[in-house]
T-cell receptor
Framework: TQLLEQSPQFLSIQEGENLTVYCNSS?????LQWYRQEPGEGPVLLVT?????EVKKLKRLTFQFGDARKDSSLHITAAQPGDTGLYLC?????????????FGKGTKLSVIP | DTEVTQTPKHLVMGMTNKKSLKCEQH?????MYWYKQKAKKPPELMFV???????INESVPSRFSPECPNSSLLNLHLHALQPEDSALYLC?????????????FGPGTRLTVL
């Protein structure tokens, strides 16, 4: 059973388009992180959301944590080729050991110039 | 400084070799992690150290042997690996006492076992 369902798995869009990636679960998370990973490199932390309903913005990226802390979304405005990469959501389950991150399967984004 | 460093960047080894992967962080984090990542998959947790003590071993074969010499360093000793162990090995670190787990990853070591 996949605790964090991430969608879509693959996304290929033209430069300048907008997109949204979703991360959904039936479980409650105490926090959720979004990472971007380039081939052969480690994941780079983009943002951590901890409060239900929280919205964080990082330039053209907007992250939202659901009110019930069971889901999250990443919205990119006016995508650029530099946004290309694998986007991973990862969360800490409420009540679980603080060490464990549950990962989604990732969304591979390609932005075509 | 939110940097985790890993060496080497690439490693090719035979099945009879002994090698080590190294990881270092200077963020004052007291939890450090080893992950294994296969192509097109998310990272899989291998080991967790908290306050230099092994907290979690996710049923990893004994040919992988972790070591935490001090609060900034984490090693992974490799011996008699199999070709299926070829993967990207990631180190991460985090605070231990936070109510949430914000992990910072290193750039990884690309391991190829021949």
């Amino acid at each position: 059973t996949q605790l964090l369902e991430q969608s879509p798995q693959f996304l290929s869009i033209q430069e300048g388009e907008n997109l949204t990636v979703y991360c959904n679960s039936s479980s409650v998370f105490s926090s959720l992180q979004w990472y971007r990973q380039e081939p052969g490199e480690g994941p780079v932390l983009l943002v951590t959301v901890v409060t239900g309903g929280e919205v964080k913005k990082l330039k053209r990226l907007t992250f939202q944590f659901g009110d019930a802390r069971k889901d999250s979304s990443l919205h990119i405005t006016a995508a650029q080729p530099g946004d290309t990469g694998l986007y991973l959501c990862a969360g800490s389950l409420s009540g679980a050991g603080s060490y464990q991150l549950t990962f989604g399967k990732g969304t591979k984004l390609s932005v075509i110039p | 400084d939110t940097e985790v460093t890993q060496t080497p960047k690439h490693l090719v080894m035979g099945m009879t070799n002994k090698k080590s992967l190294k990881c270092e962080q200077h963020m004052g984090h007291r939890a450090m992690y080893w992950y294994k990542q296969k192509a097109k998959k998310p990272p899989e947790l291998m080991f967790v150290y908290s306050y230099e003590k092994l907290s979690i071993n996710e049923s990893v074969p004994s040919r992988f042997s972790p070591e935490c010499p001090n609060s900034s360093l984490l090693n992974l000793h490799l011996h008699a690996l199999q070709p299926e162990d070829s993967a990207l090995y990631l180190c991460a670190s985090s605070q231990w006492f936070q109510s949430y787990n914000e992990q910072f990853f290193g750039p990884g070591t690309r391991l190829t076992v021949l």
